[in-house]
């Protein structure tokens, strides 16, 4: 079993949940938080700078446009052994698949985008319609709780 990272947030907090042999939790910074497959906003991890970096180039005012430029970043593959890439590739591990999630204030701001494999070479299809069902019909029964 390979680890794996988490991210859990709300509208105040957030955390990275490192799921590894001996699991560890780790608060996310207010503003753009990067996750390689190491630490939270790891300095030694050059994917997590080429990231921070190429994401913060250019203003980026809403999720759609962070996302359309961060689906070109994560699906950026490699060029040269020298050059950094996004995603990975070795005979042992590698990057199998990638995520892009943001949610707003209100379900229909939601926005879940997949790919199913290497982003590179698969891309990223659009789940939002099923997220903001999920979280409509999670918020009705919220409230109808509530009121009971």
């Not at 630490?39 to 446009?65: F, G, I, M, W, Y």
């Not at 950094?84 to 939601?110: F, Y």
């Not at 997949?114 to 789940?127: I, K, L, T, W």
Request: aromatic letters at 6%.
């Amino acid at each position: 079993y390979e680890g794996v990272n988490y991210i859990i947030a709300d509208g105040e907090t957030g955390w990275a949940v490192h799921g590894t042999d001996e699991p560890e939790v780790v608060p996310l910074k207010e503003g753009l938080n990067v996750i390689g497959n190491r630490n939270l906003n790891d300095p030694r991890d050059e994917r997590c700078q080429l990231a921070s970096r190429l994401l913060t180039l250019q203003t980026l005012d809403s999720s759609v446009k962070f996302l359309a430029v961060a689906s070109k970043v994560f699906a950026r593959s490699p060029v040269s052994p020298m050059r950094p890439s996004m995603v990975l590739r070795s005979n042992d591990r590698g990057t199998v698949s990638s995520t892009l999630l943001a949610l707003g204030l209100k379900p229909r701001d939601a926005i879940y985008q997949f790919a199913s494999g290497v982003p590179d070479e698969n891309r990223f299809e659009d789940y939002s319609p099923m997220l903001r069902d999920i979280l409509s019909r999670g918020l009705r029964e919220a409230r109808a709780k509530a009121n009971a």
